[in-house]
C-alpha cells in the first residue's frame, strides 16, 4: 500500500507542496476503514504541515486511484499527518556527536 500510494502521488500531483516529501509509514486500522500515513519532508517545519495539507486535499483522488490500482477489498479512507521522527533522529545524532570521546585521564579524574 505505502509503494502504491508513493506512486499515485508522484504520478498524479503536481502541486509544489509536496516536493521533498516522504511517506515514512502507513498504518491501517484493524477494520480496515481508516490507514494514518505518516510525511516528513527534508525541510520540516512550516513545509511539512504545507505539504499534509496538500495531501489530506487530495486524499479524495489518491483513495480513488488506490482502489484502481489495487485488488484490495476495502480501501481504507486515507489521513496524512505529519511524522517528526527522522527529525528528531537527526537531533540525537548531532547530540550523540557532541559527547566527547572516551580518555584514559578520565580515570584519573574520577580518582580524585
Known sequence: M?????EIISAELADPRIEGHSITGV???????H????????????RTQECVAALNHASGLIWS?????????????????EDHGLQYAAEVEK??????????????????
Open 2 to 6: 505505502l509503494r502504491t500510494i508513493s
Open 95 to 112: 547530540l550523540l556527536n557532541e559527547i566527547p570521546e572516551y580518555r584514559d585521564d578520565y580515570s584519573s579524574l574520577e580518582e580524585e
Open 65 to 81: 486511484r488506490l482502489r484502481e490500482e489495487t485488488d484490495l477489498r476495502i480501501v481504507p479512507r486515507l489521513r496524512f499527518h
Open 35 to 46: 490507514a494514518e500515513i505518516g510525511i516528513s519532508t527534508l525541510a520540516g517545519g512550516e
Open 27 to 33: 498504518k491501517v486500522s484493524p477494520d480496515l476503514a
